[in-house]
């Protein structure tokens, strides 16, 4: 026997959807756009691979993502034999700020735009964390008011409403400004440094350059050290203050509970005043499947024109898990006819009649790979549809069918051919 050939296998955390998955995110993916239309947001798509300098500098230097997470690589040498570093895109806010700032998209006005792809980052995979994970990302650039900061938060719980979430919770709190956030950097530095000798690796290497981050750590012994750590909430001023209040009155206005969390930040340096982020506690250590923020200086910092923003991203795979607890198994997606055949003349009848019921909009599968009627009846019982469609040779001479209901009710009766697509439209939808 000849050596059987190995298979080749996905690569190490990047997931097949296969087909009952993938018809689960479609139908989520409907609602996703249908609830961003309704909020006027319009959709922007930008290619997986950019600079690997875009996110040094748009994520910054000192983030899990640039200093751990990225998958890069030398492109090819140009002509000239120059090489350039790409990086497959791990987040969607530093790509779109860099196409709204290359195309110009804030001469005139500002922008409500959304994202919806794959990210990839290089993490230990496990429940809620792949290498390869989807985003739906949301930017509104050119907005300074914290109304859309607002818009934000609500539009997220009218999304969690319409998938049936419960169990979730919105945490939010305010960074302030950079100058606030100075301030309050120093004394944290001087607050940490006392707790040198029982900081652990992370929090020591994060101390001086991001110390703000150490807040944000699950280390169980460092949690009374945080606790006790300056909060930038005091620090803010008079500004920044009111911008956090204009947030949380348009919350209440539109009942959303919040809890201020003093010590949630984000790992992007850019961001400043609002954060939030939305947490359940059916995801495990993945607790978080939301999170967003202000970022005023980001645009910036990428190159273009100053101008406010801010924006949110969900990972998808962590919102399905909970979407999808529970739903069965059953396909989400079933035809409305199945279209059974026996014999050459009924098999090109039946092909016409399948392209007609298409031409009225009506789905149908034309059996193929042969079989005697009964195995073909089976097929057409085990694909869901409501309807099969039979061509013998008797219908076939006469130009008719044979429609059989196949789910309750009703008697296998003949149908002309040209009279087919009407009746069936009748029936399934009463058109
Ligand atoms: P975490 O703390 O879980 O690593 P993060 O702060 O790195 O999350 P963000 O960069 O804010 O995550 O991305 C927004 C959302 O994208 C997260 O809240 C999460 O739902 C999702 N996400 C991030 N990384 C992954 C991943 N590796 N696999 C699946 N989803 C992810
Ligand atoms: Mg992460």
Not at 114 to 124: K, L, S, T, V
Not at 382 to 405: H, N, R
Request: include cysteine; charge should be negative.
């Amino acid at each position: 026997m000849a050596n059987k050939i190995e298979s080749v296998k996905a690569v190490k955390g990047m997931n097949d959807f296969l087909p009952a998955d993938a018809e689960r995110w479609e139908a989520f993916e409907e609602i996703v756009r249908d609830w961003l239309r309704s909020y006027g947001y319009r959709p922007i798509r930008t290619p997986i691979l950019e600079n690997t300098a875009l996110f040094c500098r748009g994520v910054g230097e000192h983030t899990d993502i640039v200093e751990k997470e990225m998958f890069s690589f030398d492109d090819r040498p140009d002509s000239k034999g120059n090489t350039d570093n790409l990086t497959m895109r791990p987040e969607g806010t530093a790509p779109c700020v860099r196409a709204v700032i290359e195309h110009n998209l804030l001469f005139s006005q500002p922008q409500r735009l959304y994202y919806n792809g794959p990210m990839f980052r290089y993490e230990r995979p496990q429940k809620g964390r792949y290498r390869q994970f989807h985003q739906v990302g949301v930017e509104a650039l050119g907005f300074a008011g914290p109304d859309v900061d607002a818009e934000h938060i609500v539009m997220c719980a009218r999304l969690w409403d319409d998938l049936g979430l419960d169990d979730v919770t919105l945490e939010i709190n305010s960074l302030g400004d950079a100058a606030e956030r100075a301030r309050h950097r120093t004394e944290l530095i001087a607050y940490l440094e006392a707790y040198q000798d029982k900081l652990d690796e992370d929090a020591k290497r994060r101390l001086y350059t991001n110390p703000l981050r150490v807040l944000d750590t699950k280390n169980p012994d460092l949690q009374a050290i945080v606790d006790g750590a300056p909060k930038l909430m005091d620090y803010l001023g008079e500004e920044s203050l009111k911008h956090y209040e204009g947030v949380t009155a348009l919350l209440r206005e539109a009942a959303v509970p919040y809890k201020l969390n003093t010590r949630l930040v984000r790992g992007l340096d850019y961001y400043n005043r609002t954060v939030f982020e939305w947490t359940t506690t059916r995801l495990g250590a993945q607790a978080t499947f939301c999170a967003g923020g202000r970022y005023d200086s980001l645009i910036e910092q990428l190159g273009g024109k100053a101008a406010p923003a801010c924006g949110f991203a969900m990972g998808m795979e962590r919102v399905m898990l909970m979407w999808t607890e529970g739903m069965e198994d059953a396909p989400m997606v079933t035809p409305d006819v199945y279209i059974v055949h026996l014999g050459e003349l009924a098999g090109r009848v039946a092909f016409r009649a399948a392209e007609q019921l298409r031409s009225a909009g009506l789905s149908a599968v034309y059996h193929c790979g042969g079989g005697s009627f009964k195995s073909q009846m089976k097929k057409a019982d085990a694909s869901g549809s409501a309807f099969a469609i039979i061509v013998g040779d008797d219908e076939a001479q006469a130009g008719e069918v044979s429609l059989k209901p196949l789910r309750g009710e009703g008697e296998q009766r003949r149908v002309s051919l040209d009279a087919l697509a009407e009746e069936l439209a009748e029936m399934l939808y009463g058109e």
